[in-house]
């Protein structure tokens, strides 16, 4: 995303660059059952999850006895329904043990991220689109709807090139290096396999 011309601050996120800060909530299949790409990049995730639309839903069914799991990382905060790794969890545990389960499952998320940004290459971090913050929420959207169209149609995703594979890594590696905290992010999380 292009520097926006009012509030930057919103939108300068911890990977040193402007952007949204977009929750995905997937399914096994790799389809997004949810989006929101209301909130600048320096929002914090729990902030995202604590104001959309799913999480009084998520209250009200489990209010009402059903059983509703969603997977979040260690910046969510464990309710009955979202899960999160157990901190400071010791070798050969039980939690430790259900922490490899939470992170496998959970790479869903990764791998989902991985197919959207392979078929819809100007949602690479290193690509730039020349928007203001509402049209790019409103790219990142349609990109999410068109990815679940090309799902349900069995097309598949394509692999996302070397070149923009370099690029990604070489993103994120230079984050990391800067002291940035990249969370989740690995070439199997890129490549969406």
């Known amino acids: 995303m292009m520097r926006p ?13 402007h952007a949204r800060n977009v929750q995905l909530i997937p399914d096994a299949d790799l389809n ?7 909130y600048g990049g320096a929002t914090h995730d729990s902030f995202i999850f604590n104001n959309c639309v799913i ?30 790794p157990i901190s400071n969890a010791v070798e050969g545990s039980p939690e430790e043990h259900y922490n490899k389960l939470h992170a496998t499952a959970r790479n869903t998320v990764e791998r989902a991220i991985g197919r959207l940004k392979g078929r819809f290459r100007c949602l690479l971090v290193h690509r730039v689109l020349h928007y203001d913050p509402e049209m790019v929420a409103k790219i990142v959207i349609a ?6 169209i090309c799902n349900r149609a069995g097309l598949p995703a394509p692999a996302i090139g070397e070149y923009d594979l370099q690029e990604e ?24 396999q």
């Open 32 to 38: 997004i059952l949810h989006v929101d790409a209301t």
């Open 5 to 17: 011309s009012q509030n930057e601050e919103r939108y300068y996120c911890r990977k040193g660059n």
């Open 143 to 148: 990109c999410c709807v068109l990815h679940n």
């Open 169 to 192: 890594i070489r993103f994120h590696t230079a984050m990391r290096a800067r002291g940035s905290s990249v969370e989740g992010m690995s070439t199997e999380g890129i490549l969406g």
């Open 55 to 84: 999480q009084p839903k998520l209250e009200s069914l489990v209010e009402a006895g059903e059983t509703v799991y969603l997977l979040g990382d260690s910046g969510y905060a464990q309710r009955t329904y979202l899960m999160v």
